[in-house]
């Protein structure tokens, strides 16, 4: 079974995460490993959103 190519984004949180999204798909990588610092994940944000909610604006914005 072959595996997906990702990229940790830690090595870019002081950029947007939707420019390191944009980049990384320019660059031939087929999915993220995202980190919890800079402004792509808060963990503790994600615990406490509705996750219906959480997972539309995710859909819509292109990114999964």
Do not use: K
């Not at 944000?45 to 914005?61: F, H, K, L, N």
Request: aromatic fraction near 10%.
């Amino acid at each position: 079974m072959a595996r997906p190519i990702t990229l940790f984004t830690g090595q870019w949180a002081d950029l947007p995460f939707e420019e390191v999204a944009r980049l990384a798909s320019e660059w031939g990588y087929q999915g993220l490993e995202i980190a919890c610092w800079g402004d792509h994940l808060d963990p503790w944000q994600g615990a406490e959103d509705d996750p219906t909610s959480r997972a539309s604006s995710t859909c819509s914005s292109g990114t999964t």
